[in-house]
């Protein structure tokens, strides 16, 4: 059984552990996550600023994801990680699904991510659709995809509503 909550600014290093181990299990070198260990460091004041939950199981954290508003009608999603140990076991579906239905209820019209390479898949399968590519904000040359998904059925048009200021 598990359950999301929201994320405690006190549980940031525990949380910054998961994206960390979650993030080299996709057998990245040492140079690749030396490079993103500031960027993927969870702070208390990020998880005060910002939508933040947690998966708890009887183990523990398990799963995190936090939402960052870029105007009234556009939201990231901003983190997804899964420890390692509980990949495959619908952690991360639950997760998205409550990001889905938190930006929802906020009133948000869509969704918008940037993913992992490695983390495609998941994406189509919650049928986020691919718009195209984003540059790495940290490693030159590296290209990542980036993902809409529709919250609200008024905004047929969305490719018409946001341009690259919105991000």
């Not at 508003?69 to 990680?81: P, Q, R, Y």
């Amino acid at each position: 059984m598990s359950t999301i909550r929201p994320a405690s600014p006190e549980e940031a290093a525990t949380i910054t552990d998961l994206v960390w181990r979650s993030k080299a299990h996709w057998g990245y070198d040492a140079p690749f996550m030396d490079a993103h260990r500031g960027p993927l460091t969870v702070t208390p004041a990020y998880l005060i600023d910002n939508l933040a939950y947690v998966l708890i199981d009887q183990e523990g954290v398990r799963g995190f994801y936090s939402l960052v508003a870029h105007s009234g009608l556009l939201v990231e999603l901003d983190n997804l990680f899964i420890d390692p140990r509980a990949i495959r076991m619908g952690y991360g579906r639950q997760l998205f699904s409550h990001a889905v239905e938190t930006a929802r209820r906020l009133g948000y019209q869509t969704l918008q991510l940037t993913s992992d390479p490695h983390a495609e898949g998941f994406y189509l399968a919650m049928e986020a659709r691919r718009i195209g590519e984003q540059p790495s904000t940290i490693i030159p040359g590296r290209y990542l995809p980036l993902f809409r998904y529709k919250l609200s059925p008024t905004n047929e048009d969305e490719e018409d509503i946001y341009d690259e200021a919105d991000m």
